[in-house]
C-alpha cells in the first residue's frame, strides 16, 4: 500500500488536485481489479462489472490527458 504522506506533489495547485483526484479512482480501479478476480474465483463474473472496470480505466485515461495539459499550461504560464 502506499503511504499518503509519500506521495509526489505537484508545485502547481490546479495539477496537484488533478492528480489527487486521479489517485482516489486509481484507488477505485484497483479495488474494484481486486473485486472482480475475487468473483471470477467463485465463479462467472457479473457483466456490469466488467464494465464498471472499463468505465473506470476510461475516466482515469481521461484524467491523464487532462493532467498533461493543465501541466503543459502551468509550464508554459512559468508556474512550474
Do not use: C, F, K, W
Amino acid at each position: 500500500m502506499i503511504d499518503q504522506n509519500d506521495r509526489y506533489r505537484d508545485p502547481d495547485p490546479e495539477v496537484d488536485r488533478e492528480l489527487q483526484v486521479h489517485h482516489l479512482d486509481l484507488d477505485q480501479l484497483l479495488a474494484d481489479a481486486r473485486r472482480y478476480r475475487d468473483d471470477l474465483r467463485r465463479g462467472p463474473a457479473r457483466p456490469q462489472d466488467a464494465d464498471r472496470l472499463a468505465d473506470v480505466a476510461a475516466r482515469l485515461s481521461r484524467q491523464a490527458h487532462r493532467i498533461d495539459g493543465v501541466r503543459d499550461g502551468a509550464r508554459r504560464a512559468g508556474r512550474t
